[in-house]
């Protein structure tokens, strides 16, 4: 080590005598700079220049320090360097490694009382979040704004309402203990009980079920309060040493107080609802299916029988890569096979539960009690991420969440302590799902598949494991710049962010302006490929009479058929259903690459007479609904003056020709499926207005089940 090396030993050696009273917080401030990236590849900011050169001179008054030192690892006195690991930007600071010692040497120089603070996480999120707290009070308390009608000044105010995440993240910005804490549930006051793990260690697991009846009624939970979870938390930090902090923090499951109960819209915990997308998704649904497949830290099924074989699964794991192409891509995300489990995420685990495993799990447990166990799951998600939920409904909700989770127990935990590793936290969070909807509304309001989505954007800009946060401030920052010049310059055509066609308000406008649309036919958008004709071959006129006899009451003979259906008609290759509705595809028009997915299989309603096999009653008629494969959507002509137009200007029809599938409804098992089975049938006309949706289908041997999202059946939809 050369003399100025030694010079800093020396140096070193003293500091733990001087008065380091605030010398953690100079340690953040000093990282303020570098938020969105923590190492930056140079170094010509003066005013970092002016900031680090003051923090050192406070730190220590040599002027052999005020050197620039540009390596970015060293090893001083045996502490490892490394700017990362303290968000330090090489060569900002004078003397960084001085800076390092002095951070690892706070330990020894800061009190016992000061030291639990430096080392807490919220310190950190206070120090990183204040501002942002200080900002929503003002919000909170109304910024000037004007008001440009009424030409006059007026308070607007924005209000923070809810915070919601993964159960980690959520203990910790709750200044709660968590899912491993002696009272685990940051909504009620239930109490967990030791229980084995897979590796033979201790975890704390919350069940209904306890053996020496200490459980808790799950239709009466204790419920914690606003006003408790403050006095608790206060009570903690009141405490006058770290041993009495952590005692008191054990025995409520809250060791402080959260930064948002400065804001007067934060209730806790109601402001902290229940997550469904981590609760469920990520957790809860992969659990069942490492359960049935005995992959779950290696549990059987002990006495009961639940386990499916794993030929079966590989089986299913085919149907559900097969299903992509017969799937449109408005459903959802492809599902991955089961043996590349990384590859799942919170929306394929999703749309594998709510598309495709009532379906393909169908007969294929030994006992149809485990089929109809999660179909109960099913259908309580359905419900609780509805659009809107009637508030007449909520008891019902709760009942069977309730009975949901005690059967779940009775199945995999079987009141053995051996199992009780299957009782999870997450389990447990189910029972509090109804108190977030009647505080917060329907589960989609608060789920976290917005922020994961971009999470995944901000992941994908990461391009060097050397400098990641410069990666992510530098895309963050260009994407910010371009949706400015994007709305500025009304490039939204050339700027769109990889978002799909008529995924935004003005894609939709853009779509109805180019579309044709008919007044006869409101809620239906006809779009191109519009440029072929259609030739009417003999089986199609032959359909086409038929409709016409049905709809206007006419025998269509050979001669007026000619008379009423042209050669050739108009034809669009594609239609939307609006206000929301399905993109469908004519696929006699509009081919499908070996790559897409199919959008040409939908449902319809037709009147069908109740009474028809009665010759002589008077038909009573009421909606059903078929499925096929729209082949054919194009217009017919109506000539003035005719059997069908009466009227002396020309009117139109938009027919569709659909084969048809001979489709069978079960409703067995509290949860109703569709299919079909082999081929589709030979086709029919119908009019345009008449097609509801678009549907998805899983191919399983010789049989096709329907996925109607539309319906009961599966109506989950992403926001």
């Known amino acids: 080590m050369d003399q100025s090396s030694d010079t800093q030993t020396v140096e070193l050696e003293e500091i733990p005598e001087l008065d380091l009273t605030g010398l953690w917080e100079q340690v953040m401030q000093a990282r303020t700079p570098v938020d969105l990236g923590d190492q930056e590849l140079t170094s010509g900011d003066s005013n970092s220049g002016t900031h680090s050169a003051r923090s050192s001179q406070v730190l220590l008054e040599n002027s052999e320090f005020e050197k620039t030192i540009s390596d970015e690892s060293a090893d ?9 690991t303290y968000g330090l ?8 490694q001085l800076l390092v010692k002095v951070a690892e040497l706070a330990s020894r120089t800061i009190g016992p ?7 807490d996480f919220n310190f950190f999120v206070r120090q990183k979040t204040a501002p942002l707290i200080d900002e929503l009070i003002e919000l909170a308390q109304g910024v000037e704004a004007v008001d440009v009608v009424n030409e006059e000044l007026f308070a607007l105010r924005a209000h923070v309402l809810s915070a919601f995440g993964d159960l980690p993240a959520m203990a910790k910005l709750m200044e709660f203990i968590g899912h491993n804490g002696r009272f685990p549930c940051r909504l009620c006051k239930i109490m967990s009980i030791p229980g084995r793990t897979a ?140 043996k590349n489990r990384s590859h799942f995420t919170a929306e394929s685990w999703s749309r594998w539960a709510i598309h495709i495993a009532p379906n393909l799990l169908r007969h294929r447990f030994m006992d149809s009690r485990y089929y109809v166990h999660f179909v109960q799951l099913v259908n309580l998600m359905n419900k609780c991420t509805d659009r809107s939920i009637a508030r007449e409904e909520l008891p019902a909700i709760r009942r069977g969440f309730v009975e949901w989770v005690e059967d779940f127990e009775q199945i995999y935990y079987q009141h053995d302590p051996d199992r ?83 995924s935004t308000e003005e894609d939709l406008k853009i779509e109805m302006r180019d579309a044709d649309v ?6 239906q958008l ?106 054919y959507l194009f217009e017919l002509p109506l000539p003035p003056k005719s059997v069908v137009n009466p009227e002396d200007e020309p009117k139109s029809l938009i027919l569709a020709f659909i084969l048809e599938a001979d489709t069978t409804v079960d409703d067995d098992y509290s949860y109703e499926v569709a299919w079909y089975d082999g081929s589709l049938g030979s086709g029919e006309v119908v009019d345009a207005q008449t097609i509801q949706c678009a549907i998805g289908r899983i191919k399983d041997g010789n049989r096709w089940w329907i996925i109607d999202r539309s319906s009961d059946l599966a109506h989950l939809e992403f926001v």
């Open 199 to 338: 590796k033979d260690a201790t975890h704390l697991y919350c069940p209904l079920h306890r053996s020496d009846d200490t459980g808790l009624d799950p239709y009466d939970l204790p419920l914690r309060t606003h006003q408790e979870c403050l006095d608790k938390g206060y009570n903690v930090l009141q405490a006058p040493n770290d041993n009495t902090r952590a005692n008191l923090a054990t025995e409520c499951g809250i060791k402080g107080v959260t930064l948002l109960a400065r804001l007067s819209s934060i209730r806790i915990p109601d402001s902290f609802p229940v997550e469904a997308m981590h609760l469920v998704w990520i957790n809860l649904i992969p659990q069942l299916a490492d359960l049935w497949r005995e992959k779950f830290n290696g549990l059987d099924a002990g006495f009961e029988n639940y386990l499916i074989h794993g030929l079966i699964w590989n089986s299913m794991g085919n149907m559900c890569i097969d299903s992509t192409g017969t799937t449109p891509s408005s459903f959802g995300c492809a599902v991955p096979h089961f």
């Open 76 to 84: 001083i006195d045996g502490v490892e360097y490394n700017p990362a």
């Open 89 to 96: 930007t090489p060569q900002s600071f004078v003397c960084q």
């Open 420 to 502: 009780m590793q299957v009782c999870t936290t997450n389990v447990h969070y189910l029972l509090h799902i109804v108190e977030s909807i009647e505080r917060l509304g329907p589960l989609p309001g608060y789920w976290a598949f917005p922020m994961e989505r971009y999470c995944s954007f901000i992941g994908a800009s990461v391009k060097s494991r050397r400098f990641p946060y410069t990666n992510i401030a530098r895309r963050v920052c260009d994407v910010a710049r371009l949706c400015i010049i994007r709305e500025i310059y009304d490039l939204r055509h050339i700027i769109s962010f990889g978002q799909t066609r008529a």
């Open 526 to 631: 006809f779009l191109t490929p519009r440029s072929e004709r259609l030739t009417v071959t003999p089986e199609l006129r032959t359909q086409i009479g038929k409709y016409l006899a049905t709809t206007f009451d006419i025998r269509v003979n050979k001669r007026l058929g000619k008379e009423l259906i042209p050669e050739s008609l108009r034809q669009w290759g594609r239609m939307r259903i609006k206000d929301g509705g399905d993109l469908i595809q004519a696929r006699g028009y509009h081919k499908l690459r070996w790559d897409g997915r199919d959008a040409s299989y939908v449902r319809y309603e037709l009147a069908t007479d109740r009474l028809a096999h009665l010759p002589n009653a008077d038909p009573e008629f009421y909606g059903k609904s078929y499925y096929g494969q729209l082949k």
């Open 518 to 523: 008919f007044k006869d036919y409101p809620n």
């Open 113 to 119: 009382d000061d030291l639990e603070t430096v080392r």
